[in-house]
């Protein structure tokens, strides 16, 4: 084999020189590349647990959420029907109140029309007696003091029945009219020609409304005309 020359060598030398050269700087760069690729990939594998992670945080944050909405929903439910049953009984216990203030009422009105009736057949009774002349001369202290007595529970009655004007009691119109039984109560019947049948002769108790109800039923007397067989 022919020895190698001098500028051979050195040739040789350099390019061997410029290889490791190039396979040291190649190493390095490769090196760098998978440093960061390592790093890359752990800053994946990082975020991915971060997501997981926050992912299970929004399914437990939306679950209590779910959880709460549904107390919150049972409590409104609950309050609606609370107000409800409440505003059922403050409905119940008006008509209640009302409904005793109204037989209360009635009741009292009752009352008054019962001192009426009193009232009112003393000042008939009196009326219907009047003192003889002789009574008139002998006892005028008496006759004056009947008068003085009938005056004053005419005036009574009269007060009375301003009374009952004022709580909208009203006397029942029946004289001379149909008989109503939704109003009247026929307690007997007589035989008159020149009334038509069924028309009221006379009162025996007057009747009255209260704010346009029947207080109280008018006892009357009915015409009633005998049939020719």
Request: proline letters at 3%; one cysteine or more.
């Amino acid at each position: 084999m022919k020895p190698l020359e001098a500028q051979d060598k050195e040739r040789l030398m350099e390019e061997f020189r410029c290889y490791l050269e190039q396979w040291n700087a190649e190493g390095e760069q490769g090196g760098t590349q998978d440093n960061e690729a390592m790093t890359q990939s752990m800053d994946l594998r990082t975020l991915l647990g971060e997501m997981a992670a926050l992912k299970n945080e929004v399914r437990l944050e939306s679950r209590q959420f779910k959880n709460t909405l549904e107390e919150l929903r049972s409590f409104g439910e609950a309050l609606r029907e609370h107000n409800e049953r409440l505003a059922r009984d403050l409905d119940r216990s008006r008509e209640q109140a009302a409904e005793s203030q109204s037989q209360t009422e009635r009741r009292l009105l009752l009352g008054l029309l019962d001192l009426r009736d009193r009232l009112q057949a003393g000042v008939d009774a009196s009326a219907a007696v009047r003192a003889s002349p002789w009574t008139r001369f002998l006892a005028p202290g008496q006759t004056r003091l009947a008068q003085s007595l009938m005056q004053g529970t005419t005036l009574t009655l009269q007060r009375l029945d301003d009374l009952l004007s004022s709580h909208r009691v009203r006397p029942i119109d029946t004289l001379a009219r149909a008989l109503d039984p939704m109003t009247m109560c026929a307690v007997a019947t007589e035989s008159v020609t020149d009334a038509p049948e069924g028309s009221v002769l006379r009162e025996v108790r007057r009747g009255f409304t209260h704010a346009g109800e029947l207080l109280r039923a008018a006892e009357v007397i009915v015409n009633k005309t005998a049939k020719l067989s």
